[in-house]
């Protein structure tokens, strides 16, 4: 044990002294004042020496934070303090204006608090700070340090990278065969967008990826169930619960002021996600489910009566059909159904015969939970507005892998919800374009919804306000927030072409195994691959899988029609996000590949 050294006046501190020291020592910020030493004796306090500021100028080449032009098309706020460094994610979140609240509390003036030390900048007014003139992204860039064989080293690295790509499983020979997707086009980079992502740093992001199911690492391949949540996301949960926590609107207190500016941040980051006009047009409910039953129960009773026809494809979860077919039994209108090809795609020319005058509504999915396939959403909704109908587009399975654009699509609604897109469960999104929402009438009565209540009569607010009765999933709103923040951090360009790269290597794989039969070879895909395999069940081979420590599920998915069509009542469907690597789909495949070999291997 090293022997404490006595102070100039002779005094030896104790090991619990030295500890104090320490902690309020490395404590201290760089360039604060010295912490103070007060508590200590006297004659110790006097033989503190100042301890000289630590200086990366003392260990080697300065890093100083650089000004970064501002992205374009990514745009990014100003986070923390001028001369801190935030996080990654604070540097990469939108610029956001605190909303005013509608229709209550509106007292925004400044408050003089000191800068947050979270990364949940830029939304919630309390920690919003006024954009530098002078900088205008506060992220280091990562400057030479001339050292020696430095060009040696950066040519070996060049070297390398080129090596990867050659490597890369795009370039590498094709198979023979049909199947699918794998000579499509791929997604094209936007100008400006991000460059392709790093799986391993994403992969650290994710917490729950490093559990561990029956002693193996867990592989998620049931991201069309569902999709695992950013670290981004469980803080700013946390966050809002410790710091934000009120009921929104009308209140005279600062933490409903808080709440408040962060709700409705998170709906002006919905609206651009989705690339809507106004965050007027944004209604948060509690799902995609919830979404679709507000616009039939609302919309569709006000505008579908009897011998009108609602159009649905025979891709459709059951959550766009059931909501149609009851409002068909009470309106005595007919649902029709777009067929499908034997690859999963959408019949256009019979759709067109579909398309009479009585028809009032089309509701069609994106990106099918059950086969991946993308259906031609734009053609859709351009044959029914020529057909005189309104469009319901359900986006639940698209919006985590494909860029949408409601106002380039004219879809007049369109649904998702959040845990979809790697936010929480219980919160969704319904997007009406402003006239629609105008004229429906509200789904639900209480309170937040209201403008004025007498015995006689109720006066209700402008949308969005007019469908949000009661007090809202606050907090999921503001983590969904987050969730899209993450999102489009990464850059859903990038996201597209990590994953078709996945479901490419995981359909070669998966038709190379005798028994094997894939359910759904749509030449555009999102990143879904249902399967069903000779002489087992859907049930043995999710369970097989779980043993393993591989989640897939297994079952009809709330989807029977379409796979019915298929001849089959239910598949195995392993569903992939960019979180997702190719040696996790060979772990997959060897189990497949083991049980093809013959029965009884299935555990349990």
């Excluded at 954009?131 to 070996?156: D, I, T």
């Excluded at 070879?521 to 081979?541: H, M, N, R």
Aim: proline share 7%; net charge negative.
């Amino acid at each position: 044990m090293t022997i404490p050294t006595p102070t100039s006046n002779g005094v030896i501190p104790d090991e619990a002294t030295l500890g104090r020291l320490a902690s309020e020592l490395f404590r201290a910020l760089p360039g604060a004042a010295l912490p103070s030493f007060d508590g200590l004796p006297t004659s110790l306090a006097a033989g503190v020496a100042p301890a000289p500021e630590l200086s990366l100028a003392q260990l080697g080449p300065s890093v100083s934070p650089v000004p970064v032009a501002p992205d374009p098309v990514n745009p990014v706020g100003s986070g923390g303090s001028e001369l801190g460094v935030p996080e990654a994610y604070a540097a990469a979140l939108p610029a956001v204006a605190p909303p005013h609240a509608p229709g209550g509390f509106t007292d925004h003036s400044p408050v003089s608090v000191p800068a947050s030390p979270y990364y949940f900048l830029g939304e919630a007014r309390p920690y919003t700070q006024a954009p530098s003139s002078k900088v205008q992204e506060n992220r280091v860039v990562a400057q030479s340090f001339n050292l020696p064989g430095q060009e040696e080293l950066l040519a070996l690295l060049a070297g390398l990278g080129d090596d990867r790509k050659a490597d890369s499983f795009a370039s590498r020979p094709q198979q023979a065969g049909n199947f699918y997707f794998l000579d499509a086009r791929l997604p094209e980079l936007a100008p400006g967008a991000r460059p392709p992502f790093d799986v391993n740093a994403i992969r650290r992001d994710f917490p729950i990826l490093n559990e561990r199911v029956n002693g193996k690492p867990l592989v998620w391949f049931d991201n069309a169930a569902t999709t695992q949540k950013p670290q981004a996301v469980i803080d700013r949960l946390a966050h809002f619960y410790a710091h934000e926590n009120s009921n929104i609107h009308r209140a005279a207190h600062e933490l409903a002021a808080r709440a408040t500016d962060a709700y409705e941040a998170a709906r002006n980051k919905v609206q651009r996600f989705l690339g809507a006009g106004s965050a007027d047009e944004i209604l948060f409910v509690r799902g995609a489910t919830e979404a679709i039953n507000l616009v039939a129960k609302t919309w569709g009773v006000q505008n579908i009566g009897e011998g009108d026809e609602i159009i649905v494809s025979l891709l459709e979860h059951h959550a766009n059909i059931v909501p149609w077919q009851q409002l068909a039994a009470q309106s005595g209108a007919k649902i029709k159904v777009i067929p499908v090809d034997d690859s999963g795609q959408l019949l256009l020319d019979e759709y067109q015969k579909l398309l009479t005058p009585k028809v009032r509504l089309v509701s069609v999915t994106q990106v099918s939970n059950a086969l991946g396939t993308v259906t031609p959403i734009k053609k859709v909704i351009d044959m029914a507005h020529a057909a005189g109908a309104k469009v319901l587009v359900d986006g639940a399975q698209s919006v985590s892998h494909l860029r949408v654009n409601v106002q380039e699509l004219d879809a007049d609604f369109f649904a998702f919800s959040g845990h979809k897109v790697f936010g929480p469960t219980g919160i969704g999104v319904v997007y009406g374009k402003k006239e629609l929402l105008e004229q429906m009438p509200p789904w639900q009565g209480g309170g937040n919804m209201i403008a004025d209540v007498t015995f006689e009569r109720t006066l209700f607010q402008p949308p969005p306000n007019k469908f949000e009765a009661g007090t809202g999933n606050i907090a999921d709103a503001i983590g969904l927030g987050a969730a899209l923040d993450y999102v489009n951090r990464i850059g859903l360009e990038s996201i597209a072409r990590y994953e078709h790269d996945l479901l490419a290597y995981a359909t070669r794989g998966l038709s190379s195994i005798t028994g094997v039969r894939l359910i759904g070879t749509a030449a555009d895909k999102a990143s879904v691959a249902s399967f069903v395999l000779a002489g087992y069940s859907t049930e043995e081979v999710g369970r097989a899988l779980n043993e393993e420590g591989i989640a897939v599920r297994s079952g009809h998915h709330c989807a029977q029609p379409i796979l019915r069509r298929f001849g089959v009542q239910a598949t195995v469907r392993p569903s992939l996000a960019f979180y997702n690597t190719c040696e996790e789909i060979d772990r997959m495949l060897a189990v497949i590949r083991r049980l093809a070999r013959g029965k009884g291997k299935v555990a349990g």
